[in-house]
């Protein structure tokens, strides 16, 4: 068996990987926290966004259902997609072209702003969402290609946890830079000058697989190639089975989690804001800071929980039962803790829930996360498409339900708003730890290989 250092290539294609995931979502949290400024700074005056619209601004409701309805399926045609690229393409620089719109916008976008008004940045935070969900699968693809088995635990800890570390940066340096009057327009160029880092490194020293990698050395290539499970041969074409991969039952329950996950979190993250900010009447001062260090706690834990998941791997401890403990923590801890945030009796203890509830995030990186990945490593970022793609679609009941359910400071019908997220996370919980697998489905095995010069 090939050894290598305990430092090596793919430690920095992970560590790409987790600058990718930081820099889209900076770039989506930077366009909706400069928003929010813009809100609070003509909040109740005769400033460039009235009354009315700063408050649905802090809402969330602007945008109305019709863009909703333009957002969630864009999303999902868009991740299901990137899912079918990623199979037979290279991707590395679809993610840079993605990439790119956002760095150059965070430079250009006032001056549309200033010409056309601040709804040009609404419409520009939609489509960065939209770019994101079809960034997410492309990601995807790439941990498939260089993330060895045996350190999967703590590799993808390192991987996933970029988007906490990209909404860090934006809630803490970012809001900081923005908060002086007339200068939110610091937030948007924060992550425009973290982007431009971010697309030298991913252009230079970023690579689709290890054989393409210029500066990767044999041992290491050999190393990885050896510790990746039931991966096709670079350069072999991989026709897509979709019969086969619609006609496993195995694939629901987790497509099914997958979408319980996306709908808690976009009906928390509704939450995060607007409930501090009508309920318990908290301005920007606080929401931002608070946010900021629960994103912090969240990257604090993310890598020991990753070694540990490694460690019980290594001692032989069942791969779905691991996947199956650490996915029910993750989403039963993040119903209880959205729940006990409505019922909060104090600011200061809905502000720790509010913590919690981020943090619980985590540990679902090393669990139904990475079910697309134990069921075929050589389609993983289609599933990982497909799942999204499903996902995306179904949350678009979320701002439908805010909408009747909610009424600015209503703090009964927040409650319900929260149920929602919290049945969410229950349900999506039961059903993976009750009909989930981690084994490796038949439609990984290729059919015909057949050889292709732009594979990878």
Request: one cysteine or more; proline letters at 4%.
């Amino acid at each position: 068996m090939v050894k290598t250092g305990v430092f090596g290539v793919r430690h920095i294609q992970c560590f790409l990987l987790l600058l990718s995931y930081s820099t889209f979502t900076m770039q989506v949290v930077g366009a909706k926290l400069t928003l929010m400024l813009m809100a609070a700074s003509n909040k109740g005056t005769s400033g460039t966004i009235g009354k009315d619209e700063s408050l649905q601004i802090m809402f969330g409701s602007l945008r109305g259902n019709a863009l909703d309805f333009i957002e969630h399926p864009m999303k999902t045609i868009l991740s299901f997609s990137a899912g079918i690229w990623s199979v037979n393409r290279r991707v590395k620089y679809l993610i840079l072209g993605l990439g790119l719109y956002g760095t150059i916008s965070s430079y250009t976008i006032n001056l549309f702003i200033r010409v056309y008004g601040w709804q040009v940045l609404l419409m520009h935070e939609i489509v960065l969402l939209i770019l994101k969900s079809m960034a997410d699968p492309l990601l995807y693809s790439l941990i498939a290609k260089w993330v060895p088995t045996n350190e999967q635990g703590k590799l993808v800890q390192l991987i996933f946890p970029g988007q906490l570390l990209g909404a860090l940066l934006e809630y803490t340096i970012g809001y900081y830079l923005g908060k002086p009057q007339e200068e939110w327009i610091q937030v948007l160029i924060w992550a425009g000058n973290c982007s431009v880092l971010w697309a030298i490194a991913w252009a230079a020293f970023a690579a689709d697989h290890p054989k393409t990698c210029f500066y990767i050395e044999r041992t290491e290539r050999q190393y990885i190639q050896e510790h990746l499970r039931n991966t096709a041969k670079y350069g072999v074409e991989k026709k897509i089975p979709w019969s086969k991969i619609f006609l496993t039952p195995e694939l629901y329950p987790i497509i099914f989690t997958h979408s319980c996950v996306i709908w808690a979190q976009e009906t928390g993250y509704l939450c995060l804001n607007s409930y501090f900010s009508f309920v318990h009447k908290q301005d920007l001062n606080l929401i931002a800071p608070m946010l900021g260090y629960s994103h912090l706690s969240a990257l604090i834990i993310a890598l020991p929980i990753g070694i540990v998941v490694d460690l019980l791997v290594s001692k032989k401890v069942q791969l779905s039962r691991i996947r199956n403990v650490i996915t029910c923590i993750g989403m039963w801890g993040a119903a209880a803790a959205i729940v006990l945030m409505g019922q909060a009796p104090t600011v200061l203890f809905a502000q720790v829930m509010a913590g919690f509830y981020i943090t619980f995030t985590t540990p679902l990186y090393v669990g139904v996360y990475l079910n697309y990945l134990d069921f075929s490593p050589n389609f993983a970022g289609l599933l990982f498409g497909i799942g999204s793609a499903i996902a995306y679609f179904i949350a678009i009941g979320v701002p439908l339900v805010r909408n009747a359910l909610v009424q600015h400071d209503d703090r009964i019908g927040w409650n319900q708003f929260m149920y929602t997220s919290a049945l969410a996370n229950y349900l999506g919980g039961l059903v993976y730890s009750l009909y989930s697998s981690t084994k490796i489905q038949p439609f990984n095995t290729l059919s015909a290989q057949k050889g292709i010069g732009t594979d990878v």
